[in-house]
């Protein structure tokens, strides 16, 4: 059964610094994808950051220059740092993990933590 296992959600002031950490166990193979992703208020889910097994992450243009996304392939772990927090940046964050074995696509979610940006 694989589990992702998230944790750093909490609540900070504007201009802040948040890292969040989400490690994926339970016999995973051949994980081609890892990121993030979030869902404000009212909001629909939308794309963070993602990174495959090497090279640099993409981002969505809101967090560019502000989040980094970084990966630790020996132990199946991604993090996304957020410095400069802005309230638009309070949403349910999600950790996503895509893996590819025997010519099929699987994918995974976290349960979500939550990031509350606020003074």
């Known amino acids: 059964q694989v589990q992702l296992v998230e944790s750093g959600g909490g609540l900070v002031q504007p201009g802040g610094s948040l890292r969040l950490s989400c490690a994926a166990s339970?016999?995973?193979?051949?994980?081609?994808?890892m990121g993030w992703y979030r869902q404000g208020p009212g909001k629909e889910r939308e794309l963070v950051a993602v990174?495959?097994?090497?090279?640099?992450?993409n981002y969505a243009d809101s967090v560019k220059g502000r989040f980094i996304i970084s990966r630790d392939n020996a132990k199946n772990t991604v993090y996304l740092q957020m410095n400069s927090l802005k309230p638009e940046d309070t949403a349910v964050y999600y950790c996503?993990?895509?893996?590819?074995?025997?010519?099929?696509?699987?994918?995974?979610w976290g349960q979500g933590t939550q990031v509350t940006v606020s003074s």
């Open positions: 996503n993990v895509v893996a590819y074995w025997a010519g099929s696509r699987y994918e995974y």
């Open positions: 990174k495959g097994s090497f090279g640099d992450g």
């Open positions: 339970g016999g995973i193979f051949s994980i081609a994808v």
